[in-house]
T-cell receptor, first 108, second 114 residues
């Protein structure tokens, strides 16, 4: 499975946008880019996924580089409830292969 | 609607005992997954079931681990002769299919081996 690289941690202020980067230089043509997040003491929660085009949903936006070797998860207005570990995952089969993710801290 | 339900939520057992963990997926979801998360670490894939196809067991760490699923409903993960390194949160997820459909996770079973 192709590997992703994310910063270990990031900080944001409440009500400001947050851009969470992910590098995936060995991505293959059939890999989808998935994002999940895990709040403390809970199971992971699906956030968004995409293949080539940018994607928007009620939770976030996903910006995918033209060469697909990197992507950015965008939270438009961070809230305290967005404090979590965010996982960027390349997927072309059923299973998800989780890395260490980015721990996002949101300051009031 | 109801989400993925796992039971028990916590399990404490002695080393060497067998344990069974249960997962009730979302109704209508044909794919079911098991993962393990050790303290302070990311999730490790264990096994997944897709309809009537043979399960992908590639993540099971040893032959002490096994899982079954009846049709498209309940699944049980069994760990025989538990060891202390089996202590972890065991998470179950389900999805409409095994393609790129989002996986919906339960809150896990916290297993502690004394």
């Amino acid at each position: 499975d192709a590997k992703t690289t994310q910063p270990n941690s990031m900080e944001s202020n409440e009500e400001e946008p947050v851009h969470l980067p992910c590098n995936h230089s060995t991505i293959s043509g059939t890999d989808y880019i998935h994002w999940y997040r895990q709040l403390p003491s809970q199971g992971p929660e699906y956030v968004i996924h995409g293949l080539t085009s940018n994607v928007n949903n009620r939770m976030a936006s996903l910006a995918i580089a033209e060469d697909r070797k990197s992507s950015t998860l965008i939270l438009h207005r961070a809230t305290l409830r967005d404090a979590a570990v965010y996982y960027c995952i390349l997927r072309n089969t059923g299973k998800l292969i989780f890395g260490q993710g980015t721990t996002l801290q949101v300051k009031p | 609607g109801a989400g993925v339900s796992q039971s028990p939520s916590n399990k404490v057992t002695e080393k060497g005992k067998d344990v069974e963990l249960r997962c009730d997926p979302i109704s209508g979801h044909t794919a079911l997954y098991w993962y393990r998360q050790r303290l302070g670490q990311g999730l490790e894939f264990l096994i997944y079931f897709q309809g009537n196809s043979a399960p992908d067991k590639s993540g099971l760490p040893s032959d002490r681990f096994s899982a079954e699923r009846t049709g498209e409903s309940v699944s049980t993960l069994t760990i025989q002769r538990t060891q202390q390194e089996d202590s972890a949160v065991y998470l179950c997820a389900s999805s409409l299919s095994s393609g790129n459909q989002p996986q919906h996770f339960g809150d896990g079973t916290r297993l502690s081996i004394l």
